[in-house]
């Protein structure tokens, strides 16, 4: 794996959460809707839905951030949609550096970041279980980006205390 983090028990520990997170990931982006997926992709699924989906997507930056920001239900559709996607996000900022040592760097981490988001809207968008929105992905590296700072953060306490008991 080629991780940054020698202990072992630790590796793996953070490891098995990062595995969690994935799959709350899947959870919370592609399965929001409880339903039969078998029944989706069986029954529902076609050309006419698809083709719905693609045309109600948002593929303009910003639009719906200005929509949720600007809105009637300004609160609810606000905390759900644009502190969600960065809070859902956040902890990938955090997981990748710990885990990947290749991924230790400000452009790497937003790079990696751009295309798992991309990856969950085109899934969302070709499934029908859900809508592309670029401002998602805007917003989910924006929650990868502020992980990445707490965990430069933290690597820097760790830093200067392994100095400190070192003296």
Not at 29 to 35: R, V
Not at 103 to 128: C, G, H, K, M, P
Not at 135 to 141: C, G, K, Q, T, W
């Amino acid at each position: 794996m080629n991780s940054p983090i020698e202990n072992k028990g630790l590796r793996t520990g953070i490891s098995f959460l990062f595995v969690i997170y994935i799959l709350i990931l899947i959870k919370f982006i592609l399965l929001k809707h409880p339903g039969n997926l078998k029944s989706h992709f069986i029954d529902n699924y076609n050309w006419q839905l698809l083709e719905k989906n693609f045309s109600q997507s948002n593929y303009i930056p910003l639009y719906t951030v200005q929509f949720y920001l600007t809105g009637t239900d300004k609160l609810r559709y606000t905390k759900e949609n644009l502190v969600g996607n960065v809070f859902l996000f956040f902890p990938l900022g955090i997981f990748l550096p710990f885990l990947f040592f290749k991924v230790n760097n400000f452009q790497r981490i937003i790079i990696l970041a751009f295309f798992i988001s991309l990856f969950f809207e085109l899934v969302q968008l070709f499934t029908i279980l859900g809508n592309f929105d670029v401002d998602d992905i805007i917003l989910n590296v924006l929650g990868t980006a502020l992980g990445f700072g707490v965990f430069l953060l933290l690597s820097e306490l760790i830093s200067q205390k392994r100095v400190q008991s070192s003296e």
